[in-house]
């Protein structure tokens, strides 16, 4: 007896889950660090253009092949693919996308471990009195501390494996019905307290300012970049998530939805750091360190900073924790249905070596001359190899497949006008634009 399929309670569930899974601490520290380092409101401009002309054509292209094919990104890929007259090997690139959201999790857990630590020294009030020396070396010390970050790191997972077990609907969709608008109420709140007690005026002209004259082909590569990977792009998340999709749902709006979401994010992310970061001179340019080095002494400096430091910290968990969820469960499906064995038996195996994986991670902080190769850390050279090429050739494949392969028969399945205008535009993009864009941000970039 077959089970019945199963299918998001609402569009609400898809909306929150896919915009959870790309939403994480890259949203909180890459994109100021992107925005200080190329042109502030110049970039702003550039990044929502993107989104809005490149991020959600993608997007909408991945959500559609998971809707259409109702199944894990490699069956997906491959039964659309055939149904087309096209071959069934284009399962591979659901394949190279699994390996890559795996790859991501067993590091990611790492870091989201270093939020449970910072969590601790907030609620301990460690950050009391810091400075700079203090705040480089407290740092340091986790970093070169294998044992702290093995438990975070294992707890982490485990708190991961939990929610997975129980399923999407009591698991993850659960999960993000109050996870998701529990971000949100805090990241309003911060921003609010941050903008009342910092530089609200300078951060508002930082990010809201458009200076033609700071305009370079650079800028605009990296804010291609920025909304590429902001939205989980070439990841098979998407596909996952689109393939629990009700059929009432209407795949446009739900997904422009999701896009929204995640750029109102990154830009309350911007109004809660940028207006601390100018009253107490921080560099914009920081990155990770900003999050785990600069605002700390901030924090202990500004009114009820230790208080703000608690929350801030539970917010970046809360973001860090959804994203490894969403990321681990397109893991454990795609295996469990791969190899056709039992769900918990996938995974337990998985866990084990993701959290083997993890302590290569670990180790490169802790002992990197031991744990590096090719002049890279085990993190920089997976890192690199995600971030840089993978995700950005995949997602060139998945333009080309949502371009060519996927048939105008198949998408009228979706009650898509196919002779309209806006169906051929995107097509163009996905056929033409897209490929050539982010084969520009491929080999431009690196």
Not at 132 to 156: C, N, R, Y
Not at 176 to 192: G, Y
């Amino acid at each position: 007896m077959n089970n019945p399929p199963v299918r998001w309670n609402s569009s609400l569930s898809f909306i929150f889950a896919t915009a959870a899974a790309a939403i994480g601490l890259g949203n909180i520290w890459r994109f100021p660090f992107v925005v200080g380092h190329h042109g502030g409101g110049t970039f702003v401009l550039l990044y929502l253009i993107c989104v809005f002309t490149l991020g959600i054509p993608l997007l909408l292209a991945e959500v559609a092949i998971g809707r259409l094919g109702r199944k894990t990104p490699p069956e997906a890929l491959s039964q659309i693919a055939q149904s087309s007259g096209h071959s069934k090997r284009w399962s591979w690139l659901g394949m190279l996308a699994i390996l890559c959201t795996f790859l991501i999790t067993t590091y990611y857990s790492v870091i989201t471990g270093w939020v449970i630590n910072y969590f601790l020294k907030a609620c301990f009030n460690q950050f009391q009195s810091l400075t700079e020396t203090s705040s480089i070396a407290m740092f340091t010390q986790l970093k070169q501390h294998s044992g702290s970050m093995i438990l975070s790191d294992t707890v982490v997972i485990v708190l991961a494996a939990i929610v997975v077990s129980l399923g999407i609907k009591k698991g993850l969709e659960r999960l993000v019905l109050w996870l998701f608008p529990a971000m949100f109420l805090l990241l309003i709140i911060l921003a609010i307290y941050s903008c009342a007690t910092g530089d609200c005026l300078h951060t508002l002209h930082y990010l809201f300012d458009f200076h033609p004259e700071d305009f370079t082909f650079r800028i605009l590569l990296m804010a291609l970049g920025q909304a590429f990977f902001s939205l989980s792009i070439a990841m098979g998340i998407n596909i996952m998530m689109g393939s629990y999709l009700p059929e009432s749902t209407n795949l446009i709006t739900a997904t422009i939805w999701v896009a929204i979401a995640d750029t109102a994010f990154a830009l309350l992310a911007g109004l809660i750091i940028f207006p601390i970061v100018f009253t107490h001179h921080l560099s914009v340019t920081a990155g990770p360190s900003l999050i785990f080095q600069s605002l700390p002494i901030a924090f202990s400096h500004m009114p009820f900073g230790l208080v703000f430091a608690v929350f801030f910290f539970i917010l970046l968990f809360f973001a860090a924790f959804s994203s490894v969820v969403a990321l681990f469960e397109v893991t454990i499906t795609t295996l469990t249905d791969l190899f056709r064995c039992h769900r918990k038996t996938t995974l337990i195996y998985t866990v084990l070596i993701w959290w083997g994986l993890s302590l290569l991670t670990i180790g490169s902080f802790s002992h990197p001359s031991i744990f590096s190769a090719f002049g890279k850390t085990w993190f920089d050279l997976i890192d690199t190899f995600t971030a840089a090429i993978l995700i950005p050739a995949l997602g060139i494949l998945i333009a080309l497949f949502a371009g060519w392969v996927l048939s105008n028969t198949q998408l009228e399945q979706l009650g898509w006008n196919i002779h309209s205008f806006w169906y051929r535009l995107w097509r163009l993009v996905l056929r033409y634009i897209a490929p050539l864009v982010i084969g520009m941000i491929l080999f431009g970039i690196n």
